[in-house]
């Protein structure tokens, strides 16, 4: 049975820091790209930061500089590591898992940043 269960989200002050985790399971995790994609309330889910099998990053430009995605095939997770972080970052934020035409989908995790 595959499974993503993201961690780590919560409420934070902006300029504030937040690190989401998101474990897999059932599917070969090491040679899949994994990443993060985000959704607010009324707007589509759009990639934040994904990491390939030979660790190559990428980015949407509203979080260059600010967020890293990370992984570690040992323990089958991938992370999200977000600082300096700003009101138009609160979202829903969903880990995903890709290999060609196979797309698994975590259920989310929740960030807001308000003051």
């Known amino acids: 049975q595959v499974q993503l269960v993201e961690s780590g989200g919560g409420l934070v002050q902006p300029g504030g820091s937040l690190r989401l985790s998101c474990v897999c399971s059932?599917?070969?995790?090491?040679?899949?790209?994994v990443g993060w994609y985000r959704q607010a309330p009324g707007k589509q889910r759009d990639l934040v930061a994904a990491?390939?099998?030979?660790?190559?990053?990428r980015y949407a430009d509203s979080v260059k500089g600010r967020f890293t995605i990370s992984r570690d095939n040992a323990k089958n997770t991938v992370y999200l590591q977000m600082n300096n972080l700003k009101p138009e970052d609160t979202a829903a934020y969903y880990c995903?898992?890709?290999?060609?035409?196979?797309?698994?989908w975590g259920q989310g995790s929740q960030v807001t940043v308000s003051s």
């Open positions: 059932g599917f070969r995790f090491s040679i899949f790209t």
């Open positions: 990491i390939t099998s030979a660790d190559r990053t």
């Open positions: 995903n898992g890709k290999l060609l035409s196979i797309e698994y």
